[in-house]
């Protein structure tokens, strides 16, 4: 009778049940990210300075670096616990990041690399005052941005699987998932610090 009518394993409907919601947070995340940034609107004001949250931000993504770091030592010595609690803490920086993030942007004008009189245009003397480092500075932006969006699906569905114990699966994914997300960490500390003399 088993074998007419097979029972349903609970962690293959869990899986089905969380990949919609996974794939509409991932699309709404850099959406919503991309929307507050780049479309002209009136800043919010937040009853707080926010102008200081760039430094925090930096906080945050050197230890999400660490504890990423931390996380790769614990499971490569059989720390499991500690492996799982590291990468649960940076998840929450992470989601933290996010939230102040959008504070930040959503109650500061964008700033410009090069743009030593702080007034929001780069003038030609200011740009040649930059130099090559603004190719290096907006390289290094971009890709940290790109991988921004791209890493949350990649986040979200390697802790689905081992929270389902599905470690095979587990492991496969986070040999892709760890480096891009450290790459996140990384140059965000380094987008603060070039771009930080412009603030």
Do not use: C
């Not at 088993?2 to 850099?30: G, H």
């Amino acid at each position: 009778m088993n074998e007419q009518f097979p029972i349903k394993d609970s962690s293959s409907t869990k899986a089905r049940n969380l990949t919609t919601p996974i794939i509409v947070v991932s699309i709404a995340i850099p959406l919503a990210v991309a929307f507050i940034i780049l479309v002209p609107q009136a800043k919010i004001d937040f009853g707080f300075n926010t102008r200081s949250l760039p430094f925090f931000h930096a906080i945050l993504n050197s230890s999400t670096a660490i504890l990423l770091l931390a996380s790769l030592y614990f499971i490569k010595n059989g720390q499991v616990r500690a492996h799982k609690t590291a990468n649960l803490t940076a998840v929450v920086l992470s989601s933290i990041f996010l939230v102040s993030y959008v504070i930040y942007h959503a109650s500061n004008p964008s700033t410009r690399f090069g743009d030593l009189n702080h007034d929001g245009i780069l003038s030609e003397e200011e740009r040649q005052a930059a130099g090559a480092m603004r190719y290096v500075y907006y390289f290094i932006l971009t890709t940290h941005i790109v991988l921004s969006g791209i890493i949350i699906p990649f986040v979200l569905f390697t802790l689905q699987r081992a929270f389902q114990e599905k470690f095979d699966k587990h492991r496969r994914l986070a040999r892709i998932t760890w480096p891009m997300w450290l790459y996140v960490a990384v140059t965000g500390v380094v987008v603060y610090l070039m771009i930080s003399p412009y603030y």
